[in-house]
């Protein structure tokens, strides 16, 4: 009969942490606090793999066209649909413009610093609404990432609902990205790799 061991979310977040100050990927959302670029970055990532939003410059493109609130809020709907275009699934496009608008109108033109007042804004789910607090203002919110979630379970374990800041929110995507293989995964790199053997054990 196995022995479960029950999973310290301490040592496996210092563990994360640790490999991600080495090994993170650097990305121009993760050089910024500003809650809008990053809201943009949330956006775009959906259905759509970094390497496209990146590569291609559709996020430096935005950013330079529209690099606050106040310019998307005023900006015809073709200019913005032409700036996306080949993003594919426009509807984020246009969330984004209305979140613009209602960010200027409502308040002030001051984004939102609460997770439910993100989470209120056009287009933005609860793992949205998280993401920016936690990266824009190292506040805690709950993880349902797709891939920590992937990575966990493809090497036979499966971390407790921990809520997250920008450097354990960062830590914990990145090894999912990176190792998070169909069949295959390479679960010996992954940090939380040892936790996996000792509740195996």
């Avoid at 196995?2 to 563990?15: C, G, R, S, Y």
């Avoid at 606090?33 to 970055?41: G, N």
């Avoid at 246009?94 to 001051?110: C, D, K, N, T």
Wanted: charged share 20%; proline share 7%.
């Amino acid at each position: 009969m196995k022995n479960v061991i029950e999973p310290d979310p301490a040592k496996i977040a210092h563990a994360l942490e640790a490999w991600f100050a080495v090994s993170g990927r650097d990305y121009p959302w993760r050089r910024t606090t500003d809650p809008y670029a990053i809201l943009v970055s949330e956006m775009m990532l959906q259905q759509t793999q970094i390497s496209t939003v990146l590569d291609r410059g559709y996020y430096a493109r935005w950013m330079e066209r529209f690099p606050n609130t106040a310019t998307l809020a005023v900006a015809d709907e073709a200019e913005v649909l032409r700036v996306w275009e080949g993003l594919g699934y426009y509807r984020r496009a246009r969330f984004l413009q209305q979140m613009a608008q209602r960010v200027e109108s409502e308040h002030g033109g001051i984004f939102p610093a609460t997770l439910e007042g993100v989470r209120a804004l056009p287009g933005v789910g609860d793992y949205t609404a998280g993401a920016v607090c936690s990266f824009a203002h190292d506040a805690a919110a709950p993880i349902v990432d797709g891939n920590v979630h992937g990575c966990f379970p493809a090497c036979g374990t499966m971390p407790p609902r921990w809520t997250a800041g920008r450097a354990w929110r960062g830590s914990g995507r990145d090894p999912g990205l990176w190792w998070r293989r169909p069949k295959v995964p390479a679960c010996s790199t992954v940090p939380s790799w040892n936790w996996a053997r000792q509740s195996a054990a």
